[in-house]
Every structure is written in structure tokens, then in C-alpha cells.
């Protein structure tokens, strides 16, 4: 007798469930599609009859003829992967190191509490107060944009991992205790499992900082990237190239951002198991 799979039954009020929650996100995405579209036709449309001056605010059809125009020379791949470049960079090591001294603040209570003041400041400190003191320290060009993005991210990945770290279960803590656990068993068994969620928050928020420190770090100091565009048509009031640089920026942050979604959701699927 061959053995036949098994297919499990699911009841006819889940399918229709199913369909239904199908059917919901269809028409979500559906209508996010169709607002954009029905801005860039609005927009298009009030610059074909004169409405809004296309010199000041310019056009969907500029903008696009702009990027065309930008790729096909080469211009723009080369300044979009600089910048590219500069956030993911910027990105591993905030992220990285941030976690990393947040698990060495957990670990050290004292020292802790005698540097969590600091690190508060320092997080409500403008950081673009600080960009002249890091052309100082590190000159000009890349190190001094990677240095302001990761100054943005770095506190606040401490910041959200300490605390992940610290609202752990007090009792889970002493029953790993009294069973003879170590310091680094409870960790790598209790907190960082713990913390699993936190850091996907954390992952997320830092896809938009990035962007802010490495644009902000580019603005001070750049002669290359999205950051430095986008000065440079302010500069010469050249709106098609302000917006087509901005709306390239936007689409690769988007595309950070879903790296960053399959990331979540392949550490989330894990963790279930």
C-alpha cells in the first residue's frame, strides 16, 4: 500500500478567511498604486495647462526625462551607488557596533550607570552641530559622511538594545542563575533571543537614518553622491535635477527597506521554530 501525503482540511470559513484577508491586501495595494498615479496625473496636468510654474515645481515628465537623460551618460549610476555605498556602509557598522556595546553596557552594570547619562545627551544632541568638529577629526569625503551616519545611528541602537536587554524577565534571569548558567549562556539563551523583535525595530529604524546621515553627511562635505546633486541644483536652481535625484534616493531607500523586510522575516521564521 503507498503511502499518500498527507493534505491537511482546512474548514470553509478559514478559506473564506483566507480569501477575504487575499482580497483586502489586493485592494490596499490596488489604491496605493492608483493614488500615486493619480498625484504624478494631477501634477502632470496642472504644468501642461500653467497652472503651477514647471521652473519652480516642475514636472513628472521633466523628472523622468531628467533620470533618462542622467543614466544614459552615467552621471547618475555613479553618484546613486556612492551614495548607495556610503549608507550601507554606514548601515552594517551602526547597527553592528551599536548592539555590540549595548551588550557590553548590559554586562557591566556600573559602567553602565555611570555612562547612560552621556549617551542620553548625546542622543539629544543636533548631530549636525557636530559636523564641523568631524571635518576636523577626520577630514573630508567619505570617512566624514560615514563618521555623521553612523554618529545618527549608533546611539539610538544602543539606546533600544540596552533597553530590550534590561526588560528581560528578572525571575527567568535567577532561575538561569540557580541552575549554574554564566553570564554569556544567559545571554545567548535568554536576552538575545529575547531581544530578537527589538532588533528588527532596530533594523528598520536605522534604514532611515542612514539615509538622513549619509544625504546630511553629503551636504557638508561631498563632491559625489544623490547628497551632493541635489546641492548642486539648488545652487544653479535646477528644479528637474533636485527632484530626480530625490525621487532616485527615495527608491533605493525603498529598496533598503525591503531587504531589511525579508531579513525580518526570515529571522522571525526562524525564531518560531
Known amino acids: 500500500m ?3 501525503e498527507f493534505k491537511p482540511k482546512y474548514s470553509d ?7 477575504a484577508k487575499n482580497r483586502r491586501k489586493a485592494i490596499i495595494l490596488f489604491l496605493q498604486i492608483a493614488l500615486l498615479i493619480s ?18 515645481m516642475s514636472c513628472p515628465s521633466k523628472i523622468a526625462n531628467r533620470i533618462v537623460t542622467l543614466f544614459a551618460t552615467g552621471n547618475m549610476l555613479q553618484h546613486s551607488l556612492i551614495t548607495l555605498y556610503e549608507a550601507t556602509l554606514g548601515f552594517i ?21 555611570v555612562v547612560e547619562p552621556y549617551i542620553i545627551v548625546l542622543n539629544s544632541l543636533p548631530k549636525i ?7 576636523i577629526w577626520v577630514g573630508v569625503g567619505t570617512k566624514a559622511i560615514l563618521a555623521m551616519d553612523i554618529l545618527i545611528m549608533i546611539v ?19 532561575l538561569l542563575k540557580s541552575m549554574g ?41 561631498s563632491k559625489a553622491g544623490l547628497g551632493y546633486l541635489i546641492v548642486y541644483g539648488g545652487q544653479v536652481f535646477d528644479m528637474d535635477l533636485i527632484m530626480s535625484s530625490t525621487i532616485v534616493l ?17 529571522i522571525l521564521n526562524k525564531n518560531k521554530r
Request: glycine residues 6%; hydrophobic residues 55%.
Open 13 to 19: 470559513g478559514y478559506i473564506k478567511y483566507i480569501h
Open 181 to 221: 548558567a554564566n553570564k554569556w549562556q544567559i545571554l545567548t539563551k535568554l536576552i538575545l533571543p529575547h531581544s530578537i523583535q527589538e532588533f528588527v525595530s532596530v533594523l528598520k529604524i536605522n534604514v532611515g537614518l542612514t539615509w538622513v546621515g549619509t544625504i546630511m553627511g553629503e551636504y557638508l562635505v
Open 129 to 135: 552641530a557636530l559636523g564641523p568638529i568631524l571635518i
Open 2 to 4: 503507498k503511502n499518500k
Open 93 to 113: 557598522i551602526a547597527t553592528v557596533a551599536g548592539t555590540m556595546i549595548a551588550i557590553l553596557l548590559w554586562s557591566f552594570e556600573n559602567v553602565r550607570k
Open 250 to 266: 527615495c527608491i533605493l531607500a525603498a529598496l533598503m527597506y525591503f531587504v531589511v523586510a525579508m531579513i525580518e522575516k526570515r
Open 156 to 174: 539610538i541602537t544602543i539606546i533600544s538594545m540596552l533597553n530590550a536587554f534590561i526588560s528581560v524577565d528578572k525571575d527567568k534571569i535567577m
Open 39 to 56: 498625484i504624478i496625473g494631477v501634477w502632470e496636468l496642472l504644468a501642461r495647462f500653467d497652472v503651477i510654474d514647471t521652473f519652480i
